[in-house]
């Protein structure tokens, strides 16, 4: 889920701002029925899914207004010197009182010197580059109904050097880690041996001569199926899982891409898989992504990476 920030569109009134003496407060998992309730006052999906692995793997804080209600969250997941941000949320009715502004400053105060990591809309984006950030490219939400075979010319293109997928075991889980370190650039163990165990409803890895080289994980996104993380040795890999996580699927499947991955998103879009939007992929506090990115097709959620 991409981090949003306030915003006040033309014709909406701007607030005074919060005392800065207000307190930013960590939330504990009872918060959630006020979360998801911020969350639907967004038009985001309430979903308590997603919230609960933010809730048990990383931190959420929250403002309160001056009657005690919930008006404002940040969530941070750290694992090594890497910080994921997401689930900036702010209510509409106190818009434009700098709240988002305050609660990106206190995650950044909190973990400063480690590389901060996130997904911005168009509104959140001037913020964040005040706030030093800066874009390193983009990711793109595909979104429908998978059809395995459109038939046609040009659809097998990346089908030709597929290599075998089957569904992750236990003894896998050593060999996605390292596959995601290396690309993340951080151990996160913990995370994928909960997803792989009750987050995801399923796992496959890709093998070649034997070896793990990619994997990805399906999970239930509120009405929809998305897919994530997703790691290959190249777009024909990331395809050949994205397939066999979409085989015998009913409903909608997302799946977030890079912008650089042209051809594997040419692929998707052929398979029913449409373009819903973007966002941008912005760093705090390096060059760059930590991790060798090129084996990275697309992060757990756009909260954690």
């Known amino acids: 889920m991409p981090a949003r920030l306030p915003n006040h569109e033309p ?3 701007v607030g005074m701002p919060l005392p800065r003496a207000v307190p930013i407060r960590r939330l504990g998992d009872e918060t959630m029925p006020e979360c998801l309730a911020l969350a639907v006052d967004r038009e985001w999906q309430p979903d308590g899914h997603k919230w609960q692995l933010l809730f048990d793997h990383g931190e959420v804080w929250g403002v ?3 009657d005690g209600s919930l008006v404002g969250t940040a969530t941070a997941t750290r694992f090594g010197d890497v910080v994921a941000i997401g689930n900036v949320l702010v209510a509409r009715r106190v818009e434009g009182r700098g709240i988002g502004r305050r609660l990106m400053e206190h995650v950044l105060a909190r973990h400063n010197g480690a590389v901060v990591v996130l997904n911005a809309t168009v509104y959140g984006r001037p913020l964040y580059e005040k706030l030093g950030f ?3 490219g983009s990711t793109h939400t595909h979104r429908g109904l998978f059809v395995p075979d459109p038939g046609g010319p040009g659809f097998t293109t990346l089908d030709a050097a597929e290599p075998s997928t089957r569904p992750a075991t236990p003894a896998d889980l050593p060999a996605i880690a390292r596959l995601d370190a290396a690309a993340y650039g951080a151990n996160r163990e913990p995370l994928l041996r909960r997803v792989a165990t009750s987050f995801a409803d399923a796992v496959v890895v890709s093998e070649c001569g034997g070896a793990v080289t990619g994997f990805g994980a399906r999970w239930s996104n509120g009405g929809h199926s998305q897919i994530g993380p997703l790691l290959a040795g190249g777009e024909a890999e990331a395809a050949s899982v994205i397939a ?3 085989q015998g699927l009913d409903g909608e499947l997302r799946v977030d891409l890079n912008d650089r991955d042209a051809a594997l998103r040419e692929w998707a879009t052929a398979r029913g898989l449409t373009e819903t939007g973007a966002s941008a992929l912005m760093v705090h506090g390096a060059d760059a992504f930590p991790g060798a990115r090129a084996s990275w ?3 757990l959620m756009q909260a954690i990476g």
């Open 297 to 299: 097709y697309s992060g």
């Open 64 to 66: 309160r207004d001056d």
């Open 11 to 13: 014709g909406q009134p």
């Open 134 to 136: 800066h874009a390193v």
């Open 244 to 246: 066999a996580l979409a």
